[in-house]
């Protein structure tokens, strides 16, 4: 998947590195990828996919290039469930692990 050079220069002010960009699966979508990925039309924006756990479907999140009307930037697929972001660089015998400590945090960016 491609990254704009904007949004790669977002990614970077936010001190990640670009194998951890490639590693979360990062990815610059259109208008139309945008639609197929939340189900409804919102402008073009960056994508983070979240890792199927436990079977779920897939799911993502957009960072929209321009806020809505509402002022929102992220956006979630309409008519599902919210989902908590668990980076992919994470392996799972470290969430397995009953003895690891769990941070949690606002944000996939700040997650990865």
Known sequence: MMLTPGHRDD???????DETIGRAGLYSATEAGVRD???????????????SENGSTPYARVKLDKADA??????????????????PLISSSVLAASGTPLWLTEGEKKAL
């Not at 990614?11 to 590195?17: Q, Y």
């Not at 990925?37 to 890792?51: C, D, E, M, R, S």
């Open 11 to 17: 990614l970077h002010r936010s001190g990640l590195s």
């Open 70 to 87: 509402e002022g929102k930037r992220y956006r979630s697929p309409a008519r599902q469930p919210n989902r908590l972001y668990v980076p």
């Open 37 to 51: 990925v939340l189900g409804f039309g919102a402008g073009p924006g960056l994508v983070f996919p979240y890792p």
